[in-house]
């Protein structure tokens, strides 16, 4: 009865996220990194995506949906929307399918990372979170529908780089759970069971090997990049309080060293917590190690990362028995023992700190509808309304013109830094160098450019010192009402 009754709450709630993110997406202007995806999608043939893929570090399959509607020429902002329907799948499965109390349902839909983060900012990390959330839906019952539970394994491990972990563990499980309940002898006998979804779950791991195999001349090639450990404590933190210790984005661990301290030891009573059931502590002690070794050796992360501790945690507690948690919202039961004394604890801390991050989730949401998260949208169209149509763009850098480029199918961008044509960032090791020129050489370059080419307009990220105005003049900043560090100028050459 109890859940028939919540019925009309969970649709409510629903369509209120629907229409919060909708609303958002609709205002939000997409960055830098949202455009790569679109712009591979869009530039390369399947398999050259595939083959960019080993530069880029991440897997395909967020481009491979994209892709249709790229090439058929449908108009970028509806990468938004792609995006938004798939966020509200994923959360219409977490509130109708998981087995928690509905104040955490709401808190944990409306938190930043859900309402914001994961839901508004178009990247593949949303695919991860529909397909976890799909597998806890019928992870009691893999073994009943192995063929589906491999299938979005599979999907897990191709989505980014981090949620490979998480996917491998799953197929883990899978092998040792039909091998608990069949056992050996009878495992033998029903190997077509066993064989095929595995022979799928392999083919992701396959599937992401060799995407993700770096060239030898990426700008990051080898295993290890770093050794940046201290960032952990910084993912930690931010993952359960986004909004105390973010400003936004990255923040050094040492800034708030008693914050993530405290942080630090809620983490391990996680652990203590978790491990009563061994299978699902594994699952999230080995999906956080993975991402521990991604922030550690390749790269220390942001916030869009060390979100995914959290789902990682809200995933281990839909699939185990963990009733101290889960009773701990029905607040007039006494907790006897101590791990269920010690799961009213972490429910407890997660009801505040989730709270605060609805409240993050609120300012970022108010701050994205009222100021520009990027000013990237608003160049493209200067650009278009002055019709310089047929000029070419000298733009530097890639880096961070890249954003501008999908509102502008046909234009063309020519790097001083890379001396080359570009569309979208390919990450090898000319790409390092050519950020790192000094406003003399990028005007040099772009002059002895403009001598071949007749190419009078320059597109920059940040404004002409005074002695570089003495050969360009300015028609239009944008800089104004931005929250993000994407601010632009674009300049036209002085006649002589």
């Known amino acids: 009865m109890k859940i028939h009754s919540e019925l009309p709450a969970k649709h409510i ?27 591979l999608a869009r530039d390369l043939s ?120 998480p996917g491998l563990a799953l197929c883990l499980l899978f092998i040792a759970d039909y091998y608990k309940i069949y056992g050996i002898s009878h495992g033998i006998k029903r190997m077509k069971g066993l064989i095929f979804p595995v022979l799928i779950m392999f083919g992701g791991m396959l599937a992401f090997t060799l995407q993700l195999l770096p060239p030898a001349d990426s700008w990051k090639a080898g295993v290890a990049n770093g050794f940046d450990w201290p960032w ?24 708030h060293w008693t914050e993530l301290a405290f942080f630090t030891i809620f983490f391990l009573f ?91 989730g609120v300012s970022s949401i108010t701050t994205d509808i009222k100021t520009k998260f990027s000013c990237a949208e608003e160049m493209s169209l200067v650009i278009k309304n002055q019709q310089f149509a047929g000029n070419e763009l000298i733009a530097y850098n890639v880096h961070t013109v890249t ?15 890379l001396k080359d044509y570009f569309t979208f960032i390919h990450w090898d090791n000319k790409y390092l160098p050519g950020r790192k020129l000094s406003e003399n050489e990028i005007l040099m370059i772009a002059e002895e450019r403009n001598k071949v080419k007749k190419s009078a307009l320059l597109l920059l990220p940040y404004p ?15 800089d104004t009402n931005v929250s993000g560090d994407e601010k632009f100028y674009l300049y036209k050459l002085k006649s002589n």
């Open 403 to 417: 954003a501008i480029v999908p509102y502008l199918p046909g234009w063309k961008f020519w790097d001083p830094g």
């Open 464 to 478: 002409l010192s005074k002695d570089g105005l003495s050969n360009y003049s300015l028609i239009k900043a944008a």
């Open 270 to 360: 996680i652990l203590i917590y978790l491990f009563k059931e061994k299978e699902h502590f594994f699952f999230f002690a080995f999906s956080v190690a993975g991402l521990f070794l991604i922030i550690t050796f390749k790269h220390s992360g942001y916030l869009r990362h060390y979100g995914f501790i959290l789902i990682y945690l809200v995933f281990t507690l839909w699939i185990g028995n963990y009733e101290g948690f889960k009773e701990a919202f029905n607040f007039r039961k006494i907790q006897q023992s101590f791990h269920e004394r010690l799961g009213s604890f972490i429910a407890y801390f997660l009801i505040i700190s989730l709270s605060s991050s609805v409240l993050y």
């Open 46 to 165: 399947p398999l050259g995506l595939i083959r960019e893929m080993g530069y880029d570090g991440s897997p395909a399959l967020w481009h491979f949906i994209l892709m249709p509607f790229a090439k058929a020429g449908i108009p970028y902002p509806a990468m938004q929307f792609i995006h938004w329907g798939i966020a509200v799948t994923a959360v219409a499965i977490f509130l109708y399918k998981s087995p928690f109390h509905l104040i955490f349902k709401i808190l944990f839909i409306f938190s930043y990372y859900m309402i914001y983060e994961y839901s508004i900012i178009a990247r593949s990390y949303i695919l991860s979170i529909l397909f976890l959330f799909s597998i806890a839906s019928i992870y009691r019952e893999k073994l009943k529908r192995p063929l589906s539970y491999a299938v979005l394994v599979l999907l897990l491990m191709n989505t980014n780089t981090h949620n490979f972990f």
């Open 13 to 39: 709630i629903l369509f209120l996220y629907a229409v919060i993110t909708l609303i958002t997406a609709f205002f939000h202007e997409p960055w830098r990194d949202e455009a790569q995806a679109w712009l």
């Open 232 to 255: 952990i404590f910084n993912a930690i933190g931010d993952a359960f309080m986004p909004s105390y210790l973010s400003n936004p984005g990255m923040t050094l661990f040492f800034k």
